[in-house]
């Protein structure tokens, strides 16, 4: 767990990312992009190379699946990609997935600080998960990838997410396992929290240089205080 200016320091909001973060959704997509590549007759790839392919939005994770070790694929054939994994993920995407040990205890700790969540994943998988897994409640706003032009890096998703809120980017706790995250929150001058635990190699997530990292969901609680210790 990293230590340094932000440790101990009030988090005014806080912006979660989903996959890799808030739940452990890795076999329930490797499992959809495995069936889609099947579509196409080809062989399946191990679960590692598949996460590696994840965290960009949906649309890149199925150029990447087809185009493993530079194959050549048409925009008909993604496109065709893309409807096989929806429909296959939509019916599948909670056969596996759960939310990391500690998210929910953590996220109660933090109930009187705002909550948003940003992710790349599409709107409509983001809602069936957050409902089946009762965690929607906690946010006070919800950004899904197809609700901005430009998914994270880019900043546009936390931007979006602290629309009407009088608060300081500084005083914006970003937490995520991947260097979108990371990049996203230096973006708009938040502090930035790694996590090791997630869908990214802890590694490429550290080479981006968060400001803080936890080794667990719940090591929030000691990183910042919540409004209650401050009372």
């Not at 019916?91 to 109930?111: E, K």
């Not at 602290?162 to 990371?182: M, R, T, W, Y």
């Not at 590694?203 to 981006?208: E, N, Q």
């Amino acid at each position: 767990m990293g230590r340094n200016k932000y440790h101990g320091r009030r988090a005014k909001a806080f912006i979660f990312d989903l996959d890799g973060t808030l739940i452990n959704s890795a076999r329930d997509i490797a499992n959809s992009a495995n069936f889609t590549r099947l579509h196409f007759n080809l062989p399946e790839l191990s679960e590692e190379i598949t996460v590696s392919y994840i965290g960009d939005g949906v649309e890149k994770l199925m150029q990447r699946m087809l185009g493993h070790e530079y194959r050549q694929t048409s925009p008909e054939e993604v496109a065709e990609g893309l409807t096989v994994f929806r429909e296959h993920y939509g019916n599948h995407c909670l056969d596996h997935t759960v939310a990391y040990p500690g998210v929910m205890t953590t996220l109660a700790h933090f109930h009187r600080i705002p909550m948003m969540l940003a992710t790349n994943k599409p709107r409509s998988f983001t809602d069936i998960i957050l409902s089946s897994l009762h965690l929607g409640p906690a946010f006070r706003a919800v950004v899904a990838g197809d609700d901005v032009v430009n998914k994270k890096p880019a900043p546009d998703a936390l931007q979006k997410c602290l629309q009407g809120l009088d608060i300081d980017p500084a005083d914006v706790a970003v937490v995520g396992d991947s260097p979108n995250d990371i990049n996203a929150a230096k973006a708009i001058g938040a502090m930035s929290v790694g996590c090791t635990f997630g869908l990214v190699a802890a590694g490429i997530m550290k080479s981006a240089g968060p400001d803080l990292t936890i080794d667990s969901f719940d090591e929030l609680k000691t990183l910042f205080p919540s409004r209650d210790t401050l009372e």
